[in-house]
């Protein structure tokens, strides 16, 4: 079931409110109204939350769709006085979805799906794909007359595609896009860049901003890395290990155990410590429920020989056996 979300009405709402309480002329009364709204209905105080970030990620907006925006927010400003930063939300959201569409900045605020820490979910798209959120993600999907089209603000995703030849599947990130040739394939966004892994079929990647010449066909086990528009082929692995986190699974063949309890701490509330110095060179080989993170960590425990133990406020800490 797909969760409840902001209306466009609730959105432009939040931006009023977000406009009015950013001038010097808000009053208490302004404050008591805005608070009033706020407690109608949880997702009105959700999408006010949301809409006070979007001053700070304004100021990550590309260039181009800042200088749109600030021409916008101009022209309006000298018809209705002072608006403030926050009044931009009124303008992209409430009067200019066009300019929605064009910033990211903006558009991750306000994601069609999200995960929490921890938390995994399947979606059935309005186009009969089928995609496999993982922990702490965020996407927004769109639909048009010639193309299907997932942005994936954060995270990872697992996307089995339906057939058609009218509308490609497209995956955005930032850092560039994987169209679908085929069907089953991974995007990971995370710090500032996109792995792509193809699971079945074949994958077109194109690092944003690129040429034709830039792009690369994948085929199952490929994968690549899209960062500061360039792309960087990274070594082949095993498609089923690839995917097996949609499935439930940490899995791992001989890798080191640095690198799979950083991945496991994506998945908990509670990270593990260690110091990856002193675990150099400890490897690991097995599979591990995500659903349940601490048999997960006593697995890997188990499987290495390290010791597990608690720091003083309850975390736990691996380290080598003495």
Same mark, same amino acid.
């Given at each position: /079931? *797909?969760?409840?979300?902001?209306? @466009?009405?609730?959105?432009?709402?939040?931006?009023?409110?977000?406009?009015?309480?950013? &001038?010097?002329?808000? &009053?208490?009364?302004?404050?008591?109204?805005?608070?009033?709204?706020?407690?109608?209905?949880?997702?009105?105080?959700?999408?006010?939350?949301?809409?006070?970030?979007?001053?700070?990620?304004?100021?990550?907006?590309?260039?181009?769709?800042?200088?749109?925006?600030?021409?916008?927010?101009?022209?309006?400003?000298?018809?209705?006085?002072?608006?403030?930063?926050?009044?931009?939300?009124?303008?992209?959201? #409430?009067?200019?979805?066009?300019?929605?569409?064009?910033? /990211?900045?903006?558009?991750?605020?306000?994601?069609?799906?999200?995960?929490?820490? #921890?938390?995994?979910?399947?979606?059935?798209?309005?186009?009969?794909?089928? %995609?496999? %959120?993982? *922990?702490?993600?965020?996407?927004?999907?769109?639909?048009?007359?010639?193309?299907?089209?997932?942005?994936?603000? $954060?995270?990872?995703?697992?996307?089995?595609?339906?057939?058609?030849?009218?509308?490609?599947?497209? +995956?955005?990130?930032?850092?560039?896009?994987?169209?679908?040739?085929?069907?089953?394939?991974?995007?990971? $966004?995370?710090?500032?860049?996109? *792995?792509?892994?193809? %699971?079945?079929?074949?994958?077109?990647?194109? @690092?944003?901003?690129?040429?034709?010449?830039?792009?690369?066909?994948?085929?199952? #086990?490929?994968?690549?890395? /899209?960062?500061?528009?360039?792309? +960087?082929?990274?070594?082949?692995?095993?498609?089923?290990?690839?995917? #097996?986190?949609?499935?439930?699974?940490?899995?791992?063949?001989?890798? @080191?155990?640095?690198?799979?309890?950083?991945?496991?701490?994506?998945?908990?509330?509670?990270?593990?410590?260690?110091?990856?110095?002193?675990?150099?060179?400890? $490897?690991?080989?097995?599979?591990? @429920?995500?659903?349940?993170?601490?048999?997960?960590?006593?697995?890997? +425990? $188990?499987?290495?020989?390290?010791?597990?133990?608690?720091?003083?406020?309850?975390?736990?800490? +691996?380290?080598?056996?003495?």
């Amino acid at each position: /079931m *797909t969760e409840p979300r902001p209306t @466009p009405e609730m959105i432009a709402q939040a931006a009023y409110w977000a406009a009015q309480l950013a &001038t010097d002329e808000a &009053t208490q009364d302004d404050r008591d109204a805005c608070e009033a709204w706020c407690q109608e209905n949880p997702l009105h105080r959700l999408t006010m939350e949301r809409m006070r970030g979007i001053d700070v990620q304004f100021e990550g907006t590309d260039s181009i769709g800042r200088e749109v925006i600030e021409t916008v927010v101009e022209r309006r400003s000298h018809k209705t006085g002072r608006w403030g930063g926050l009044a931009l939300g009124l303008l992209l959201l #409430g009067g200019g979805g066009w300019l929605t569409a064009q910033t /990211m900045a903006v558009r991750t605020w306000f994601p069609d799906y999200e995960t929490a820490r #921890g938390e995994q979910r399947r979606v059935t798209l309005a186009d009969g794909s089928a %995609i496999a %959120i993982d *922990t702490d993600a965020a996407l927004s999907f769109r639909r048009s007359h010639d193309r299907r089209a997932v942005t994936l603000f $954060r995270g990872q995703i697992l996307a089995r595609v339906t057939k058609d030849k009218t509308r490609p599947f497209i +995956v955005e990130t930032i850092e560039g896009s994987a169209t679908a040739k085929g069907t089953a394939f991974v995007v990971r $966004r995370d710090d500032d860049a996109t *792995t792509v892994t193809v %699971i079945e079929s074949h994958v077109r990647a194109c @690092p944003a901003k690129a040429s034709a010449a830039d792009c690369a066909d994948l085929w199952p #086990g490929d994968r690549v890395r /899209m960062t500061q528009g360039k792309l +960087v082929r990274l070594g082949p692995v095993d498609p089923d290990a690839a995917a #097996g986190w949609a499935q439930g699974w940490l899995a791992a063949d001989d890798q @080191p155990v640095v690198g799979v309890l950083r991945e496991l701490n994506r998945y908990r509330a509670q990270p593990v410590g260690f110091d990856a110095a002193a675990l150099s060179g400890v $490897r690991v080989s097995g599979s591990y @429920p995500l659903a349940d993170p601490d048999r997960a960590l006593e697995g890997i +425990v $188990r499987s290495t020989g390290l010791r597990l133990s608690r720091a003083p406020d309850g975390s736990p800490v +691996v380290t080598r056996a003495k």
